[in-house]
């Protein structure tokens, strides 16, 4: 009788890996921003907890972007790469059951292993959302930003038209911002009411560290007539933080898409952009 055949166990470096995409909705109000940080929770932590317990193995979360603390995503892409094979409707239903109430997958797709949501990410959009009415929200506490006085919208509409193109930022750049340079390029940027709320529409290749909410807050300010329309630009050429309005709160703020090249683009799902509630038309 031979010798049994002994077989070493398979290592892990030596097993395929899978790239899966991901979208992700999630409230930021009682998260740090998405950042995994020591000391606080940020939403890539509660979502690297849920999805290595359904891989088995520990995982990272890319994302495209960074959100600051009580910023909101509707459809934050980011990707993980895995040992583990599962049916992309298995990690769905498997990781949401895991994840907070205020965080949520809306689908996972297969990639190719080259795919990168961060790096690979061509542009990124936001939506600030306002609420332009009298009373405050108690539904929408914490979910839109609330400003009770009338708001000039076409003033605020001419401003920020201004800012579409290629422009160096700093003014509009928290203190704290680590990018090595200011400059992005702004592909659409517009304001429009729908109902009572009053929302933002920015586009660019890449945002600085508070970006959206220093140019909302000096949107505010020239909506108030506190600033003229001009002075937006004015601002913006003068590269310096210390002279523009106070910075707008993060509740208002979404996260609503990333963008990529054709070959990734084309293998993304499709889902609302913006936060269901609001029924807006992509």
């Known amino acids: 009788m031979s010798d049994p055949i002994l077989l070493e166990p398979v290592k892990a470096s030596e097993l395929p890996t899978y790239t899966l995409a991901i979208a992700i909705e999630f409230l930021g109000t009682n998260y740090h921003g998405w950042q995994r940080q020591k000391e606080v929770l940020g939403v890539q932590e509660a979502l690297e907890t849920a999805i290595s317990k359904v891989a088995n193995e520990p995982v990272e979360v890319i994302a495209a972007g960074r959100t600051d603390s009580s910023v909101h995503a509707s459809n934050m892409i980011a990707h993980f790469v895995t040992h583990a094979y599962r049916p992309a409707y298995n990690w769905l239903r498997g990781i949401n059951s895991l994840l907070p109430d205020d965080i949520s997958l809306r689908w996972v797709q297969p990639m190719p292993p080259d795919f990168h949501a961060r790096f690979g990410a061509i542009a990124r959009r936001y939506h600030y959302i306002t609420l332009n009415q009298p009373q405050r ?146």
Request: glycine residues 4%; proline residues 7%; hydrophobic residues 45%.
């Open 137 to 282: 929200p108690a539904i929408l506490n914490h979910q839109v930003t609330h400003i009770h006085e009338p708001l000039d919208l076409a003033a605020m509409q001419l401003a920020a038209a201004d800012i579409i193109g290629t422009h160096d930022f700093s003014s509009y750049r928290a203190a704290a911002c680590q990018s090595n340079q200011p400059v992005r390029t702004i592909s659409h940027a517009r304001l429009f009411m729908h109902g009572q709320f009053i929302i933002f529409d920015i586009q660019a290749d890449g945002f600085l560290h508070h970006m959206v909410r220093n140019l909302m807050g000096t949107l505010y300010a020239i909506g108030k007539h506190d600033l003229q329309p001009a002075d937006f630009l004015s601002i913006l050429a003068k590269k310096d933080r210390t002279i523009a309005p106070p910075t707008a709160s993060g509740d208002g703020l979404y996260f609503i898409n990333a963008y990529y090249s054709e070959q990734y683009q084309q293998l993304l799902p499709k889902a609302p952009l913006t936060p269901i509630w609001l029924n807006l038309p992509d």
